[in-house]
């Protein structure tokens, strides 16, 4: 005959070691474990304050593009547009990589539209032509700053 309690007991022994050596294994794991998790946390704020230092720049060159726009200076909105705003699309798809899906999603929709905005302006100056210049200022200015809203 099978004596079941010397077969629990022993059961018992080995669960209860097994059950502590989980307990410190799971202890000296978890700083280990987290470091990652945390690291990821710091460089993803990192990364976002260096994208408010990107889009406080690009803010800066839509100022100066402004006054460019509304004085008519159509060869410095030609230049602006093709120098220190020839990056703005890759900058912006740099800053809604870090944002989540939905976010990435209307941050990229919102650049395509501020870029085909610079397309309209950059004509509009080629053909000095002021109210199309305003509206596609205006309208890529509206981009540009819902795209600071989604980001803050």
């Known amino acids: 005959m ?29 700083p280990v474990l987290t470091q990652p998790a945390i690291a990821q946390t710091g460089s993803k704020a990192a990364a976002l304050a260096a994208s408010a230092e990107k889009l406080q720049v690009l803010s800066d060159r839509f100022d100066r593009l402004e006054k460019f726009v509304y004085a008519q200076k159509w060869n410095d909105i030609i230049t602006s547009i093709h120098g220190p705003f020839g990056e703005i699309r ?14 990435k999603e209307t941050a990229n929709s919102l650049a395509n539209n501020l870029f085909k905005n610079f397309v309209i302006l950059d004509n509009a100056a080629k ?17 540009f700053e819902s795209i600071v809203d989604l980001v803050s």
């Open 2 to 30: 099978l004596n079941l309690k010397n077969y629990w007991t022993g059961f018992q022994k080995v669960a209860i070691a097994f059950c502590v050596m989980l307990a410190l294994v799971g202890t000296l794991l978890t």
């Open 90 to 103: 890759r900058e912006l798809r740099l800053i809604a990589s870090q944002l989540s899906k939905t976010e």
């Open 127 to 143: 053909d000095r032509d002021a109210i199309a210049a305003e509206t596609a200022f205006k309208n890529a200015l509206q981009d």
